[in-house]
């Protein structure tokens, strides 16, 4: 489960609260996504540094997302840009057919989860298709869950204002604060 001791106590002087405060917010906006889904349910950006839960808890969601019958597709960010290219660039009929069934899944989903936004490899491509695929969701009013360790400024810069744009308008940014909990379980701290 999501253990919040891994989290610090100690108040934040520059937030006036402790990260585990956050994080308890956190896991409860998760709980209830997860337990109040239905189609046409909020977007979320889940926003912090590496190690601090946010894939954890986005399979969380998509598990109980799926359990409760409603179509889920999870992709972490390299994997999903990957096959978005294939279905555009293939040479082999096949591959080419597989990678736009899967397109239309992304299109068409209750659900769509975006894991690790910012650690593929960038290009015109995939800022491209991440616009499209951002876009065409909002516009058809499905749901999206993208986790990233980029903050809104490196949003803008790496990909491009329009999809700032879009995260900031259609996206409720969901903060993750603390330190690395896999540096912590690791050397048992």
């Known amino acids: 489960g999501f253990d919040l ?8 002087g520059r937030l006036g609260v402790s990260h585990r405060r956050v994080m308890e917010k956190t896991l409860e906006t998760c709980r ?3 337990r109040e889904f ?14 601090l ?4 808890l986005s399979a969380c969601i998509a598990a109980a997302v799926t359990e409760n019958g409603f179509s889920v597709a999870y992709e972490s960010a390299p994997h999903l ?7 555009r660039f293939s ?12 397109t239309r899944k992304y299109t068409q989903c209750d659900l769509m989860i975006i894991d690790d936004l910012g650690t593929e490899m960038g290009g015109q491509f995939v800022t491209t ?27 803008s ?31 048992g701290i």
């Open 5 to 12: 001791n891994y989290y610090s106590d100690r108040i934040d």
């Open 32 to 34: 209830r996504y997860a």
């Open 38 to 51: 239905a189609p046409g349910a909020k977007n979320l950006l889940f926003s912090g540094a590496t190690g």
């Open 53 to 56: 839960g946010k894939t954890f």
């Open 81 to 87: 840009f990957a096959k978005l290219e294939k279905a």
């Open 91 to 102: 040479d082999d009929p096949e591959l080419r057919r597989q990678a736009e069934q899967d």
């Open 129 to 155: 298709a991440l616009y499209t695929l951002i876009n065409d969701r909002i516009l058809r009013g499905k749901s999206t869950i993208i986790s990233t360790n980029l903050n809104t400024e490196d949003l």
């Open 157 to 187: 810069r790496r990909y491009s204002s329009q999809i700032a744009s879009r995260l900031r308008g259609s996206f409720t940014r969901v903060a993750f604060l603390g330190d690395d909990i896999r540096v912590k379980k690791n050397w």
